[in-house]
């Protein structure tokens, strides 16, 4: 039996033959702050990569999830930690609870915006497929000294607004983003605006009758996302109601 070590050496082998782009390099870690090294490998390569194959593919799904946890555990580039989220998001229509229990481990590694994402794009399929399992995780996660796990928490909930998705209820929505609306740490506030802004585009009137009660709450960064979709009339009123209070 070839030993899983083998296949990490695989998959970074295979990834560090993809072509680099300096200038992507120089822009993304500006942007993530990951502290992993990083090749900067474009996502359309990472993706042909997983899509390509690798030599476990032929294996039972759970070998397979399990050497993509070798992977995500054990790889030291951030462009090879990517690889098993690629992976899950090309294979979303297959994920299960015994995927959850794993993806939520995966967590514990998480540093960088750009994984921290992809992760909650793979754990807002699961929430929504299985939200008495996924739910009380998440309202851990709020609560956690960790900044990501307190973005995951609400990150986690609606994605991105699709008619294609069932999003949970709007009370649920709210009740795991109020508890952050004065978070210190600038990921987080941006993840409550991105959620509040998908939360409109579902509910417009319930969402801006909760943004004129705590508008004075959010810090700048939440406000700039979480007003993106409103009426000029509405985002100036907003506006006009911060400024007043700071004088």
Partial sequence: ??????????????????????????????????????????????????????????????????????????????????????????????????????????????????HADQLCQLLSILYERHPKLVEPTLRQWNRSMNPWKRRASVVSTIYYASPRRTPPSRKTVLSLIEPLLRDKDP???????????????????????FLESHVLELPAITFSYATEKLSKSDKTRLKEKRRASRR
């Fill in 1 to 114: 039996m070839v030993h899983q070590t083998t296949y990490l050496k695989e998959v970074e082998t295979r990834v560090r033959a993809l072509p680099i782009d300096l200038a992507y390099k120089a822009f993304s870690e500006s942007v993530t702050k990951t502290s992993l090294p990083f090749l900067a490998v474009r996502g359309p390569d990472l993706n042909h990569a997983v899509r390509a194959g690798f030599s476990f593919y032929e294996k039972s799904d759970d070998e397979v999830l399990r050497i993509w946890d070798q992977v995500w555990s054990q790889a030291t580039l951030r462009d090879v930690m990517s690889l098993p989220l690629i992976y899950y998001r090309w294979k979303s229509s297959e994920l299960t609870p015994k995927h959850f229990s794993v993806f939520k481990e995966w967590m514990e590694r998480i540093e960088n915006w750009g």
């Fill in 187 to 209: 990921y987080v506030q941006k993840g409550v605006g991105w959620q509040l802004r998908e939360a409109y585009n579902l509910w417009p009137r319930e969402i801006l009758r």
